[in-house]
């Protein structure tokens, strides 16, 4: 697993689409809205949750969308059995009924709920650069699974274990960390593939699917390199598909709206490189630019827009630092010397 966002985020008066799929922010809403007062009584088993779903939408989509609201907001990441490697396989009521599970018992009970609701679903098992993977580490067996669903006639990928947050060490110990969010609800396979790669080359849903060997050499990217603009998914496999040893600079998941409409591409920058930065954000109050800790200057703001228009790089750390509206002060950005 990984750090994912802490909740779902939206910028105002637009639509997300993906493919054929088109879903509104206020869709969402409402269908969580109704997901959270399904009674509690009706959320110990498959059967009961079936017609609960059942009757907030008729739409695969909406149902589609409210089994992952309830899966990404109830179930927890069995982080004991992930530590003493004792995975048992639960069935989809056992995994409703204690509220835990690791990556089979996410997916198992998101089949089942999509299957009692009409939906065609599978289970996807493959290799993925989850918690406590580091660049460069060859995954040598499979070590997750995730969905596909069929909506309106075409398949789509989702991960509800990583849509439901993260696992961190605190004290010794490794804990979950609720963080319900839509990172990967409906994934552009050109994008969910830096991360997850299926035994089964057709559960890719890539036109000429990737070798192990590529996914290997792959970064492991977030997706809000590009839900931000930073980078287009197309463009981007095209270089890696060309042997490019490419490497974008470290972009941190602040768990906000961003829009990345001008920054450098590349983690290294040369002394030809002029720092021109365009970020959009109505949840940033300042943003900063540093070079070893020293700050170089503040972008400067109009409505939620920040810019930066400054000399050349010289050498040293560059980093955007991000001064948020809840208080906090974060790495937004990150370029090596």
Not at 105 to 134: H, M, R, W
Request: hydrophobic share 40%; charged share 20%; glycine share 6%.
């Amino acid at each position: 697993m990984r750090t994912l966002v802490l909740s779902i985020v939206f910028f105002s008066s637009i639509s997300y689409g993906f493919s054929q799929l088109i879903y509104t922010e206020s869709e969402i809403q409402k269908t969580a809205l109704l997901v959270k007062n399904i009674p509690k009584a009706a959320q110990h088993n498959t059967a009961s949750l079936v017609i609960e779903i059942n009757k907030i939408g008729k739409t695969e989509l909406i149902k589609t969308i409210a089994i992952y609201e309830w899966i990404t907001h109830n179930i927890s990441y069995d982080t004991k059995a992930f530590v003493k490697n004792d995975i048992k396989q639960q069935s989809a009521d056992e995994v409703i009924k204690s509220k835990t599970a690791v990556c089979s018992g996410y997916a198992t009970v998101f089949k089942e709920l999509a299957t009692g609701l009409g939906l065609e679903c599978e289970l996807i098992e493959g290799y993925a650069k989850g918690y406590g993977f580091e660049t460069g580490t060859i995954i040598e067996e499979p070590n997750h699974v995730w969905n596909k669903v069929k909506i309106d006639g075409m398949w789509y990928l989702i991960d509800a274990t990583w849509g439901a947050g993260s696992v961190s060490e605190a004290s010794g110990k490794l804990i979950f960390i609720s963080a319900p969010n839509l990172d990967w609800f409906i994934l552009d396979p050109l994008v969910s593939i830096y991360s997850h790669f299926p035994v089964e080359s057709k559960n890719q849903l890539i036109e000429t699917p990737l070798t192990k060997v590529l996914f290997d050499k792959l970064p492991n990217l977030d997706p809000i390199y590009f839900s931000s603009g930073f980078l287009n998914s197309t463009e981007t496999m095209a270089v890696y598909k060309k042997n490019s040893t490419f490497l974008p600079p470290k972009l941190y998941n602040l768990n906000i709206p961003l829009k990345i409409n001008e920054a450098p591409k590349t983690i290294k920058l040369s002394k030809k490189d002029s720092l021109h930065f365009e970020i959009q954000s109505s949840e940033i109050k300042k943003l900063y630019l540093t070079i070893d800790d020293v700050v170089l200057g503040e972008l400067k703001k109009n409505g939620d827009v920040f810019t930066y228009h400054g000399a050349p790089y010289k050498s040293g750390l560059l980093e955007i630092i991000a001064d948020l509206q809840v208080e906090e002060r974060l790495v937004l950005l990150e370029y090596n010397p």
